[in-house]
């Protein structure tokens, strides 16, 4: 089993910053690739930023795209997202996601088998 166990949300302001962090326990980290989601009130869960296992390669939506960073530190078991330039409709709870071992691509919600509990992240504006 794998467990992810999210950390780092809460109040911010738009146009400030958070920092998310997701650790890793239970199996090895450094080969799979790792993502985060958000799903906001009433909406659906929706791809955020993904990460392959290297950390060399990074997909983002087009609505965080210039604003959000994900990194990774494999010897920590850890995955970040930086989120920048904050703004109201950034307001969801974020999960963290292991990408798996079998996908086909990036960013569906089948293409990841283990997730976090989640984070809220509340923007005022």
């Known amino acids: 089993q794998v467990q992810l166990v999210e950390s780092g949300g809460g109040l911010g302001k738009a146009g400030g910053s958070l920092r998310l962090s997701c650790t890793a326990s239970?199996?090895?980290?450094?080969?799979?690739?790792m993502a985060w989601f958000r799903q906001a009130p009433g909406k659906e869960r929706e791809f955020v930023a993904d990460?392959?296992?290297?950390?060399?390669?990074?997909y983002y939506a087009d609505s965080v795209k210039g604003r959000f960073t994900i990194t990774r530190d494999n010897a920590k078991n850890t995955v970040y997202l930086q989120m920048n330039s904050l703004k109201p409709e950034d307001t969801a709870v974020y999960y963290c996601?292991?990408?798996?071992?079998?996908?086909?691509?990036?960013?569906?919600?089948?293409?990841?088998?283990?997730w976090g509990q989640g984070t809220q992240v509340t923007v005022s504006s």
């Open positions: 996601a292991r990408g798996s071992a079998l996908r086909v691509g990036v960013g569906g919600l089948s293409d990841y088998d283990y």
């Open positions: 239970g199996r090895p980290f450094d080969g799979y690739a």
């Open positions: 990460i392959n296992w290297s950390g060399g390669r990074t």
